[in-house]
């Protein structure tokens, strides 16, 4: 099966500098890849997505990359704020009733 | 809104016990799930259905099953509760043709001692 592995696990950045969290599959099949977002005792909510024949998507100050080849993609969050403080979790899918693996997660502190 | 209700926020029951957990939504998704959430291991897949009455394992099954007699609910089992089963269990669900993603419930966080 798919296997999703995340990095880092905790990551602080000062309010204004970028945050790019890293994850990487294993299933070559995988063609879509779903960001998540929780923030402290709320449910996971989507911020961003991407499909495997796009690169890159941008949604104003976050965006994703993929590179098929190496089987890793990444999120970057520009210009952070402390309400970007929260849990994401990447994830992937190879469609198949829309089940996705999800990584372990990263905790995002923004240092005001 | 669309939501996905879970039925309980909280939960303690004993060891052997036989717990239920209900999620219901009313977004008319073919598809839900049930995860558990632990810290360090993310959001691992128990079970899923793609149908009323179909179900399938995830990556974690033992333990737990499952049932969906109606398009709406989906029901986990834990069939003899034990303490490695304290977590947080999250129910999400999705349209077939694929929308904005998995909404998730509220979660139940269920102490099994």
């Known amino acids: 099966g798919e296997n999703v592995e995340q990095h880092p696990s905790t990551l602080s950045v000062q309010e204004g500098d970028s945050a790019v969290i890293k994850c990487t599959y294993s299933d070559s099949a995988s063609n879509y890849f779903p960001w998540y977002k929780q923030e402290l005792g709320k449910r996971p909510q989507l911020i961003i997505d991407?499909?495997?024949?796009?690169g890159e998507k941008k949604d104003q100050r976050i965006a994703v990359t993929l590179n098929k080849t190496a089987k890793h993609f990444s999120l970057h969050i520009t210009e952070t704020q402390p309400e970007d403080s929260a849990v994401y979790f990447c994830a992937a899918s190879s469609g198949g009733y829309q089940k996705v693996t999800f990584g372990t997660g990263t905790k995002l502190q923004v240092i005001p | 809104d669309v939501k996905v209700t879970q039925s309980s926020r909280y939960l303690v029951k004993r060891t052997g016990e036989k717990v239920f957990l209900e999620c219901v939504q009313d977004?008319?998704?073919?598809?839900m799930f049930w995860y558990r959430q632990d810290p360090g291991l993310g959001l691992r897949l128990i079970y899923f259905?793609?149908?009323?009455?179909?179900?399938e394992k995830g990556d974690i099954p033992e333990g737990y099953s499952v049932s969906r007699e109606k398009k709406e609910r989906f029901s986990l089992i834990l069939e003899s509760a034990s303490t490695n089963q304290t977590s947080m269990y999250l129910c999400a669900s999705i349209h077939s043709a694929r929308g904005n993603g998995y909404t998730f419930g509220s979660g139940t966080r269920l102490t099994v001692v």
């Open positions: 977004m008319d998704h073919e598809n």
């Open positions: 991407i499909r495997s024949n796009v």
């Open positions: 259905s793609y149908d009323v009455k179909m179900k």
